[in-house]
């Protein structure tokens, strides 16, 4: 009995873990394809009517107008929009979740502050032999080191599966092991809670590094 519980638990978090990992590209890709499906036959039979035959115009009104709310959302009232389309979001948990981990992710690869986390580290924590997945974020003060008698990095420990809360920690930089994964991976690691592994990791094997061993460039 307790197997069988068992088992349906892991189902549970498998399926959650899918649709987590899964929603955020799908949906994404739905709307666009509705979008682009809908401007193509509009287009196309306007066109038709003047007697032109331009193939691919859904498309290209498709571009101008994820375009034109790229724009819409650097002014003020396209920033407005979208703060009250987050929150709406937010009011609900499971698309709460989603946003947030995609959005998170999306502005890791792409946005103006993905230079925020400069690399994948695991630090032992919350005690000796345990080990959490942490952002290389930059290195401690001085005030911070001199207090600590020590050369300590800033870490990030983000929780799961929303990766925008978590812990800031320094630790000392002779106690923190470089992972190959990228920041994109590990925030999907993450997000997963451990379910989607990255393929760096599983083709490098472990271990991936050696305490202190941090590139100059990641610092």
Do not use: H
Not at 30 to 52: E, H, N, S
Not at 173 to 190: A, D, I, N, W
């Amino acid at each position: 009995m307790s197997q069988d519980r068992s088992i349906w638990a892991s189902l549970r978090r498998y399926l959650l873990t899918g649709i987590v990992v899964i929603a955020p590209v799908g949906l994404t890709a739905y709307v666009l394809w509705w979008i682009f499906a809908r401007l193509d036959r509009i287009l196309g039979q306007v066109f038709t009517v003047i007697g032109l035959r331009i193939p691919g115009l859904g498309l290209v009104a498709l571009v101008a107008i994820v375009i034109g709310v790229g724009w819409l959302a650097q002014q003020a009232v396209g920033r407005e929009a979208i703060s009250l389309g987050k929150n709406w979001l937010k009011r609900f948990p499971l698309t709460r979740t989603i946003y947030t981990a995609a959005s998170q992710i999306v502005e890791q690869i792409i946005g103006e502050n993905r230079r925020l986390f400069r690399s994948c580290v695991l630090v032992e924590y919350p005690r000796p032999g345990i080990w959490a997945v942490g952002f290389l974020t930059s290195e401690a003060s001085r005030e911070v080191n001199d207090a600590a008698a020590e050369d300590a990095l800033a870490i990030f420990l983000p929780t799961t599966p929303n990766p925008t809360s978590g812990y800031l920690i320094f630790v000392p930089r002779s106690q923190v092991v470089p992972l190959r994964m990228t920041v994109e991976e590990g925030f999907k690691l993450v997000v997963s809670a451990g379910a989607v592994t990255p393929e760096s990791l599983t083709a490098a094997g472990v271990p991936v590094g050696r305490p202190g061993e941090l590139p100059v460039d990641e610092l």
